[in-house]
Antibody, heavy 123, light 113 residues
Framework: QVQLQQSGPGLVKPSQTLSLTCAIS??????????WNWIRQSPSRGLEWLGR?????????DYAVSVKSRININPDTSKNQVSLQLNSVTPEDTAVYYC?????????????WGQGTTVTVSS | DIVITQSPDSLAVSLGERATINCKSS????????????LAWYQQKPGQPPKLLIY???TRESGVPDRFSGSGSGTDFTLTISSLQAEDVAVYYC?????????FGQGTKLEIK
């Protein structure tokens, strides 16, 4: 059974970088079936998909246009985890951030979710 | 981007009664090649991540009670709870996975009348 465990700071200063990790158990980050997604949720923006990384003989990334210039989602095969980096944050980036997998639970969409990390952007 | 709109925004239903939530996409999420609708429904309770209930518009995820059902095709979809239980109080979201960026509806808050 796949499980995702998130970690990272809950407070980030404006203009700095938000960094979160999602540790994967029960599957491999290098799976040729799964994809590893980051989503955030705020009262103003609702549920917003940020991007994903996946391996299909090589690594691919897709990012939402709204954050494309500021985001990196990277796999760490040595630790079997995925990281999210969001640069130049503003208070608008305050949200609950989730990682979620597609394909590792045998469904075609996001069926396994991390517990969520509340991130506040404030000085 | 595919825009997903749910209705109503909130809904109050008596225990044991039927609850119906609607979801409309700005373009069809039906892939003609496999005749599947790339539409999912989630349930979210306070302090928890969304929980997948239904995918392919009408396939229940393993372990989901059969009082939950999904229907619809193309651009119009419905989630029905046939007999509302107290534990069904939550916010419900529909989501398309036809294309990235994956997009969600704004949510429907379901309460007990």
């Amino acid at each position: 059974q796949v499980q995702l465990q998130q970690s990272g700071p809950g407070l980030v200063k404006p203009s700095q970088t938000l960094s979160l990790t999602c540790a994967i158990s029960g599957d491999s980050v290098s799976s040729n079936i799964a994809a590893w997604n980051w989503i955030r949720q705020s009262p103003s923006r609702g549920l917003e998909w940020l991007g994903r990384t996946y391996y299909r003989s090589k690594w691919y990334n897709d990012y939402a246009v709204s954050v494309k210039s500021r985001i990196n989602i990277n796999p760490d095969t040595s630790k079997n985890q995925v990281s999210l980096q969001l640069n130049s944050v503003t208070p608008e980036d305050t949200a609950v951030y989730y990682c979620a997998s597609v394909g590792s639970g045998n469904t075609p969409t996001m069926d396994v979710w991390g517990q969520g990390t509340t991130v506040t952007v404030s000085s | 981007d595919i825009v997903i709109t749910q209705s109503p925004d909130s809904l109050a239903v008596s225990l044991g009664e039927r609850a119906t939530i609607n979801c409309k996409s700005s373009q069809s999420v039906l892939y003609r090649s496999n005749n599947k609708n790339y539409l999912a429904w989630y349930q979210q309770k306070p302090g928890q991540p969304p929980k997948l209930l239904i995918y392919w518009a009408s396939t229940r995820e393993s372990g989901v009670p059969d009082r939950f059902s999904g229907s619809g095709s193309g651009t119009d979809f419905t989630l029905t709870i046939s007999s509302l239980q107290a534990e069904d109080v939550a916010v419900y979201y529909c989501q398309q996975y036809y294309s990235t960026p994956y997009t969600f509806g704004q949510g429907t808050k379901l309460e007990i009348k």
